[in-house]
């Protein structure tokens, strides 16, 4: 088992600087996912940790000690690519004992036939056999063991890359986007299966993702790398209900939080939104809701703001009702549960309520304002019932 340490890692590829001085620790036996744009850096840093790729600055410390300059094999690390990088001319057998072959016999014992004739070749090749059989017992691909992998669905793929990273009992598992090519449906049944796995074996994962589900399902915390620079790192719900900044609030959660010009809400929240603003000058000050703490209500209720609704989007589950409101350049958008509420239709005139405590502040440069919360409340309250 191993703490990660990342301690000032920048990284240029030519001009482009790709990492900026990220520090970062993960606990020993953490689930840590990266998540961010495309192109942010994140496998990057991930083949960093490694040690596929050489950081330019900084350094990396597994466990308690430094790896800067040890090869990959060296770090006691398994990666588990998007592309699985299985060999295809292997049978899944031969692709998982691969990091054990590699690892226990001389470079005599792994040669074909000369290599039967060295001493202790057998008795290992035995030891190897009996670890590999033992993990696709675990991942439940014993029965495919003698196939290859173009006789594979994408998730039994999948599992096979797992277990080929499992084989060598790795101290830190890195994966990058291992679900990516699988459809909806499996991704959900695997990704439940990866959680399992980390429970049963309590080493650290970091893990790479494009997917919002699987980040805020999977991970103890979230660190979300926007431009090669670490923006904030928390437990998913403080991600999701806390963020510092914009960028946070932007990037997690779907449907997108709403954002919202504090000056296009001055009538509606007036006084609720005036504290984050100094002296009342909210230009640049922006507000955002999540979807599912916007509710409608009749039209007139005190403190609510009219709307009109442009779109109603049915999903079973969950309705998402688009809302234009006056002085605002996108509809808001507001989760619902099918059956709550009036029969809601495009063109009918509702309207909307917030409550202060729900709303995030955001200043002219984008960071979270928490300046007196508490006095945002009382304004409201204050204000509904005069
Ligand atoms: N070997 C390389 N040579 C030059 N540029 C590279 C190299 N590897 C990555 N880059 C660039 O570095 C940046 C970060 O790449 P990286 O693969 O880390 O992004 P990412 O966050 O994993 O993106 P994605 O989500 O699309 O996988 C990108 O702009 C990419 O084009
Ligand atoms: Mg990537």
Same mark, same amino acid.
């Given at each position: ?92 057998? *031969? ?5 054990? =072959?590699?690892?226990?016999?001389? /470079? $005599?014992?792994?040669? +074909? %036939? #000369?290599? !039967? ?7 290992? *090749? ?5 670890? =590999?059989?033992?993990?696709?017992? /675990? $991942?439940?691909?014993? +029965? %495919? #063991?003698? !196939? ?239």
């Amino acid at each position: 088992m191993a703490s990660i340490s990342l301690d000032g890692i920048g990284k240029s590829f030519g001009r482009t600087r790709v990492l900026k001085r990220i520090s970062l620790d993960i606990r020993d036996g953490e689930f840590l996912t990266l998540v961010g744009p495309s192109g942010c850096g994140k496998s990057t840093l991930l083949r960093i940790i490694a040690g596929l790729e050489l950081q330019d600055e900084g350094s990396v410390r597994i466990g308690d000690r430094a790896v800067d300059g040890l090869p990959p094999k060296a770090r006691d690390v398994a990666m588990v690519f998007q592309s699985y990088a299985l060999y295809p001319h292997m049978t899944v057998e *031969r692709n998982m004992a691969v990091p054990l =072959v590699m690892r226990r016999l001389g /470079a $005599l014992q792994r040669m +074909p %036939l #000369l290599g !039967r004739l060295a001493p202790g070749t057998e008795r290992m *090749r035995a030891s190897i056999a009996a670890d =590999v059989r033992k993990v696709a017992l /675990a $991942l439940g691909i014993e +029965p %495919l #063991l003698a !196939r290859k992998p173009g006789q594979l669905s994408g998730g039994q793929r999948q599992r096979v890359a797992v277990g080929r990273a499992m084989v060598r009992q790795p101290a830190v598992f890195l994966m990058d986007e291992p679900l990516s090519n699988l459809d909806a449906k499996l991704r959900v049944s695997m990704r439940a299966e990866i959680k399992e796995l980390h429970a049963k074996l309590g080493v650290t994962f970091v893990y790479v993702t494009h997917d919002q589900a699987e980040a805020m399902t999977l991970s103890d915390r979230v660190a979300l790398v926007i431009d090669g620079e670490l923006v904030q790192i928390a437990p998913p719900q403080v991600l999701y209900n806390d963020p510092d900044h914009v960028n946070v609030a932007a990037f997690v959660g779907s449907p997108s939080i709403n954002l919202v010009q504090a000056t296009a809400l001055s009538e509606w929240l007036a006084s609720a939104v005036r504290w984050a603003g100094d002296a009342g000058n909210l230009d640049g000050v922006t507000i955002g809701f999540r979807p599912e703490r916007l509710s409608i209500c009749n039209e007139g209720t005190a403190g609510s703001i009219a709307g009109r609704i442009r779109l109603v989007e049915h999903l079973g589950a969950d309705r998402y009702v688009h809302i234009d409101i006056a002085r605002t350049e996108r509809p808001l958008i507001v989760r619902t549960h099918p059956h709550d509420g009036p029969d809601l239709a495009p063109g009918a005139t509702i309207a909307l309520q917030a409550e202060p405590k729900d709303m995030l502040v955001f200043d002219a440069a984008g960071r979270r304002l928490r300046k007196r919360p508490c006095d945002a409340t009382e304004i409201l309250i204050a204000r509904s019932s005069a």
